[in-house]
């Protein structure tokens, strides 16, 4: 009896596995995508840049920390929090509102995302 339970538990995961990756990835994606289309301004290492000159180098330090991502958050905090080169936050202006960092901004919208 033992051994079948067991088993159920590890074919659970084994199904069950790349469900979480698929969501996690769609989370990921869709935050690539809010950060390319957005009109706010993305500030790294003091210089501003538009969403898609921002979604070019998150992607890039995306690739590079991408086995050490297991979840949106972890992607959020290597990908796009700040610089691994200055230790700088990223910043986010849009609009009239107050600075935020990259990294409030992409949690906040993932709160939203997640919501739905």
Request: proline residues 2%.
């Amino acid at each position: 009896m033992k051994k079948i339970v067991s088993l159920l538990f590890v074919i659970n995961l084994v199904i069950a596995a790349p469900i979480f990756g698929a969501d996690m990835q769609n989370e990921i994606d869709h935050l690539l995508l809010f950060v390319a289309e957005t009109t706010c301004q993305y500030e790294r290492n003091g210089t501003v840049h538009t969403g898609r000159e921002a979604v070019a180098h998150i992607k890039q330090k995306y690739d590079h920390f991408k086995k050490e991502i297991d979840s949106a958050e972890k992607f959020i905090e290597l990908s796009a929090t700040k610089s691994t080169m200055s230790g700088k936050y990223y910043q986010v202006q849009c609009d009239s509102h107050p600075k935020v960092t990259s990294q409030e901004w992409l949690l906040q919208e993932l709160k939203k995302y997640r919501a739905r």
